[in-house]
C-alpha cells in the first residue's frame, strides 16, 4: 500500500499531545518540508526524484516515537508501519534515516553493538538507499526539534552537546559532510541557498 505525504502527516498528527514529549511530530514536519524544497530543486535540475514521496518519508521516519519513547524507534516505527500494510519502501525509511554510508555504526550518539539486532545490522549494510532517503537522511541531520532548520555543523553540535561524543562520533560527522558535498553537486550550488532561514537561526 502507498502512503502519500498527507496522509503521513495525518498519522503524526493523531499522536500529537498523546504522551508527555511530542516534539518529534514538529522535527518530523520540518524533516519532510525542508526535504520538498530539496526533492523539488533537484528536479528541476533534471534529477528523478518523487517528490511526494520524499515528502511523505520525511513526516513518517520518526513514526516509531508514537508512544513518547526515542529508544528503540527505529525497529518500532518500522514494523508499526508493517502493520498497516504499507509497502517496504515506505516502511523501510525507520530503518535507515539514523544510518549513513550502509553502516549501523555511523550513527549520532553512543555506538551501537551490531550484534544486538542482526536484521538491522544486516538490513542497513546490504539495503540501496533510494535518492528520497538520502535526501532524508540528510534532513534528519538539518532539523532540531521544532519548526527550523540549521546548517549541518550546528545541529550536530547540538547532537554532540545532548548526547555526547563517541569513538563514531568523527566518522558520522565526516559521512555527514559527505553527504551535504554530494547534494551540493547534484543541485550544482550550496544547497544551504534553499534556506535563506538557516541565517537566522545561527
Excluded at 8 to 20: C, D, F, V
Aim: aromatic fraction near 10%; hydrophobic fraction near 30%; glycine fraction near 6%.
Amino acid at each position: 500500500m502507498k502512503l502519500t505525504s498527507k496522509e503521513a502527516l495525518k498519522i503524526i498528527e493523531t499522536y500529537r499531545g498523546k504522551n508527555e514529549s511530542d516534539r518529534w511530530i514538529g522535527h518530523s514536519i520540518c524533516v519532510g518540508d525542508t526535504a520538498e524544497k530539496i526533492a523539488k530543486s533537484l528536479v528541476e535540475k533534471g534529477i528523478n526524484v518523487d517528490i511526494d514521496k520524499t515528502v511523505a518519508l520525511g513526516y513518517i521516519h520518526d513514526i516509531g516515537k508514537y508512544n513518547g519513547q526515542s529508544h528503540g524507534h527505529v525497529m518500532r516505527g518500522y514494523n508499526y508501519l508493517k502493520d498497516k500494510g504499507y509497502d517496504e519502501e515506505y516502511c523501510n525509511i525507520c530503518l535507515t534515516h539514523s544510518y549513513l554510508n550502509n553502516d549501523i555504526i555511523c550513527t549520532a550518539g553512543a555506538v551501537p553493538d551490531p550484534n544486538d539486532n542482526l536484521f538491522l545490522t544486516n538490513f542497513i549494510k546490504n539495503h540501496e538507499y533510494s535518492i528520497e532517503e538520502k535526501i532524508i537522511n540528510l534532513c534528519d541531520l538539518m532539523c532540531p526539534q521544532g519548526n527550523m532548520v540549521y546548517t549541518i555543523d550546528k545541529r550536530l553540535i547540538d547532537i554532540i552537546i545532548r548526547r555526547g561524543a563517541y569513538s563514531n562520533t568523527q566518522y558520522h560527522v565526516k559521512e555527514t559532510y559527505k553527504l551535504k558535498e554530494y547534494f551540493d553537486n547534484l543541485l550544482g550550488y550550496n544547497l544551504y541557498d534553499l534556506f535563506p532561514e538557516i541565517k537566522e537561526n545561527l
